[in-house]
């Protein structure tokens, strides 16, 4: 995942945009615990795609967003996502040289760590509950990382070509 200079910022923001709206989406009760984190997917790809423009600050914008649209404690999502950013900057120079299944893994291990950390604001903030199906959204990002990035990766392909 080399960083690539035609990366425009709009087409970044678009998709965390567009992360951000999939996070907050209604869904019926009881599939809510199998929704991936799709802005902490994003906000990994592109901080691992394009880390000299997307970074802390992004997530910490994002983070605000998401503390406004669900109700949070302010600064909650803000504090997550600014970690996560910053743990994925972290290990950007030897993420970018994994095969994509090791990558998938430290996604796994990066996105439990932040709901972790997430999990644990909620306890302080809210109602306590101790089951670990707070961390299904980490596994299916896992999961559903190699297809993200195959996918993002052949549209930035595609729009360079264009471009």
């Given amino acids: ?15 965390l945009l567009l992360a ?9 009760e009881g599939w809510q615990i199998w ?5 902490g997917l994003m906000l990994i790809y592109w901080c691992m795609s394009a880390p000299d423009r997307v970074g802390v ?10 503390d406004l649209i669900e109700g949070a404690p302010l600064g909650q999502n803000a504090l997550t996502l600014s970690l996560l950013a910053f743990l994925a900057a972290l290990v950007y120079p030897r993420f970018r040289t994994y095969s ?4 998938s893994l430290l996604i796994l291990v990066l996105l439990g760590l932040v709901q972790l950390v997430e ?4 306890t302080l903030f809210g109602p306590f509950s101790m089951h670990l199906a707070f961390l299904l959204p ?3 990002g896992a999961v559903l ?14 729009l360079a070509g264009t471009g």
């Fill in 1 to 15: 995942m080399a960083s690539s200079p035609r990366t425009a910022l709009p087409w970044v923001w678009l998709t």
């Fill in 20 to 28: 951000l709206s999939l996070q907050v989406m209604p869904l019926a």
């Fill in 35 to 39: 929704r991936p984190d799709w802005l």
């Fill in 57 to 66: 600050f992004h997530g910490f914008v994002l983070g605000i967003l998401l």
């Fill in 100 to 103: 994509l299944l090791q990558q």
């Fill in 119 to 122: 999990q644990w604001l909620r």
């Fill in 138 to 140: 980490s596994l299916i």
């Fill in 145 to 158: 990382w190699p297809w993200l990035t195959t996918m993002f990766q052949a549209m930035e392909r595609r």
